[in-house]
């Protein structure tokens, strides 16, 4: 830029030429005063020539667009007007105004006021300054080449009738709904005291703005602004807490619906910035009714005197960065993005043009007032296409090296080491005063907390000369610094030393078990006597007698022989059967008995055991309930017999923490194990044990499940005789068979009450 800035300068159009860009030429100042003379204008609508009359030795100008509404601005400077000159008016020029500043050098502008977007040509002729304008916005090669890229902000407007931008604004008086419209005229009206309706016949809606803006944290009537598609068009909806009174009004393309704010809320705002004495800024009372008291964490900001707000009041009120109240633009990074700028939005074209008059267009834009001092001077050439003026201003500032501070409605500019050396000397100078101050004395009784506890807390906020001492005895605090430390730190206490809320919780552990088991058996014997006892004799000398009979008693054990005696060849029969039935069939000599037993089992069972144990607890304390046995487990060693205890017990351990919402995060560990006489160890029962431990976000009053377990368990069995067992049908007379099947669940569930504060 600065290599081809001679070039441009003798030929105003040859950097445009290059870079396909249409810039305004800036010539060097001249040495000689120019008198500005009647700007006549001439042609139609489709192109407008305007001819301005200049009078002395080089003249020189600079030039740039602005929009809302669309205008050039040529500035001529040690220039001045010719006695009766005015701008006329025709084509594309609505009206022009010349006008006088004092910049260092007598500067004239010439304003023209566009009937809509154009583009522009400027060059000399002889003595004048022709301009030539034409509908349209000028061809900006390096936007086309851009094209293909995501660039940030809305969507593309749509083609024909649309709404282009939707935005809230809020200030003390006024709420505003501002909607930026093309080719379309609204249609307001009030359905209800709290609705206000805006229909945009025929009206596309770009999805950017399928948004709904929640405007309820203001100190305003607005509750929220939505837009929607309709059959007709688009529909905007303005929801309102209160009936309030509004107008209509129009700045070009933009219209805005401004809603008076009701005196309730003018107060409720104003009430906001306390002005009490410093040493007591605030009470519980003030702070309940304005939302700012932090108990169980409710957000609040203490200022250096002890001054208390609400955040949402310091940080987002709604006015961006329009607030008189504004952040100072020497506190701005580079890198930062454009989403903290929230000012009026313009165009900016220059080169070569003299920095005093950038700030003059930038107050005119924001409506603010812009002081320099007198180190500050130079040129400064910048292209700005829609951007805030602020993130201009700070784009400008950081180009230069220079930095701002904001005091109201005024923009005090000067050089970064400059304002950074005044901070530095006030710094010192409050460093000064500070050590001059007396000290004085509070005594602070805490109610709920230790003084132990706070002290730790209070110590970053003491001065260098400040002191706290602690009075365990009566739990007291004695500080001694000065007074804006001292009502700092008591707003400290007035939120730290609260009582805390409390939570009842109640856990039920609910235990299920069912069993059912189904067994079929068969016993069966048989005995052969060929005996004189019978009749039967062999008539053998050897064997003259056989006797054939089972060899099982009726207890299962094995025996031999004998005549008359109960035997068994197959002992099948069910276990701990509950049915039987027997069968004996015999000769009438008893030569040969046939008995048979069949017996059946089944069983089913069902059980449930519900534990429920209930504490009551403080925020942020633990609490635990046992309830059981410890049983006594003998352990030998060589120092002898020694008796050690287990717990077999229902054990409910929690720590629950109160959120800002409504929740309860508890840290929640249950036991519950009990003996289990089934299996034993000399005598002595194992432990079944069955324990849980988590963490859980649950609802004030809800009921929550913290885990289970779902257990079945089933078996078959069966017992035979080898080979003859399995025989098809007839081998069911030497076998048996059980089966079983055992389900277990078990639930834990958890329910907390917040306990109210009297």
Known sequence: MNILNGAVMRSPLLFGAICGLTLVASPAFAAAPTTVGAAAVAGTAERTEVRIPLVGESPAYSAFKA???????????ASAIAEGATVGAGGMIARGELTTFNDGSDVV??????????????????????????????????????AGSRLSGPAATPEGPA???????????????VMGLKSVEPAVSQPSARLIVVDLPGAVMPSSLSREIDSSRFFSPVESVKARPTRAGTRVEIALREPAEYQVKRDGQLYSIEITN???????????????AQAAPSGPDTNEKEGLSNANGGEVIIGSSGFTEDPQ??????????????????????????????????????????????????????????????EVDGTVTVRLKDVPWDQALAAVLQAKGLAAQRFGNIIRVAHIETIKSEQQAAVEKDKATKLLEPLEIYV?????????????????????????????????????DVRASIAMMRELLKRVDQQNRAVSIEARFVEATSSKVNSLGIQWGSSVDASGATGYQTGAFFPNSVGVSGGLSQTGASQFYSPGSDSLLVDLGSSGSSGAIAFSLGSIPGLIDLDARLSALESEGWGRLVSSPRVSVMDNESAEVTQGASIPYESVSAQGTTVQFVDAVLLFKITPHITTDGHVAMDVKIKNNRPDFSTTVQGRPSIAKKELSTKVLVVDGDTAVLGGVYATEESWSQERVPGLGSIPLLGYLFKNSTTSSRQNEMLVFITPRIVAND
């Open 163 to 177: 709404l282009t931008t939707l935005d809230f604004a809020f200030d003390e008086s006024t709420s505003r709904v």
């Open 67 to 77: 929009s809302n509404p669309d205008r050039l601005v040529i500035d001529f400077p």
């Open 262 to 276: 009701p005196p309730s809320m003018a107060q409720a705002r104003s009430e906001q910035a306390q002005r009490a």
């Open 109 to 146: 502008r010439l304003t023209l006021f566009v009937s809509g977007p154009f583009s522009h040509e400027l060059r000399q002729e002889g003595g004048s300054l022709v301009v030539e304008l034409v509908p349209g916005a000028a061809a900006d090669p390096l936007a086309d080449a851009l």
């Open 313 to 374: 009041a310091s940080f987002g009120a709604g006015n961006g960065s329009d607030d008189p109240n504004g952040l100072s633009f020497a506190e701005d990074a580079p890198g930062s993005g454009s989403a903290r700028y929230r000012g009026r939005r313009m165009s900016i074209d220059l080169q070569g043009a003299d920095i005093h008059a950038v700030f003059r267009f930038i107050a005119d834009t924001a409506d603010l007032n812009i002081v320099a001092s007198d």
């Open 444 to 480: 602070a009784p805490l109610d709920y907390s230790s003084v132990a506890d706070v002290s730790a807390q209070l110590q970053p906020l003491l001065s260098e000369r400040g002191t706290i001492q602690t009075d365990t005895r009566s739990n007291q605090l004695i500080i001694k």
